[in-house]
């Protein structure tokens, strides 16, 4: 498996999708390839305008960093000023043309040399309203192509 | 009737099967009545920049209420309305043909975009998606 095609991406879709519903929030949801580059996006019904966006970059973000946006967003976390990573964090948010999206729900997608793939992400869950979040719902999507194609 | 993800992924799967026909890669994009994503596919090996450009020519048909390529009689610059493209009030604008918008009777539901092939072809792929689609209306 070195490349995401439009066949894997829409399983992952459907996956990330099937606990998006279960969430009870709807949401939308992005695959992007190793460049970075939308190969399928869905907006489920009920979704806002502001997801669609946001559901690229995430993917976007996990792909560029080749990390999770939690990651990025632990970055950035005023709590963590001056300790690990001191301000320099602050310097990622103005990269990539503001595209960095530094809000948890992004995954990078890897091969089994470890090498980043492509990147999912979600927005539209709220973080911790419930059990799920968007980051659970990428989790799904990663968890279908595995599945499928290992 | 309003624009829902099932009627997209349904717009998609027929115009990428007619882009498949013509031997193209393309980029399909459906946004609702307000020009909001609501899904978007990039066949396998499709160039990266058909992703917005689909997407635009999409919002462009949706909004206008018009195809994208009617757009481009607002540049004439003997008409009334010449400079609105020069305006910079957004960035989604494009006179490229390859969108149309997707009506049930009179209303505008939404739009589709693509991008790929020559404009010609994008509007062809188009067509024959809405034309399987919504055939049976």
Redesign the interface.
Known sequence: MKEITLEMAEKMLEAAERWAELSGFPSSIAVVDKAGAVIAIHRMDGAGPMTTDISINKAFTAVYSGAPTLMLARAIDPRMMGKTLGSGGLGLLTQAKLRLMFIPGGNPLRDEEMGVIGGIGCSGIPDGVGEISDTTAVQAGYAALYDEYD | MVM??DI??KVIKAAIKQAQEMDRLCSVAIVDD?G?????????HAP?PT?DIARDKAWTASTFRMPSSDIGKFGDPSTPGFGFNTQNWNDRLTTIPGGLPIQDGDEVIGGVGVSGGTPEEDVTVCRAALATVFASN
């Open positions: 829902n993800i997209a992924k307000r909001v994503l609501v899904a978007l596919h990039r066949m396998d990266i992703v």
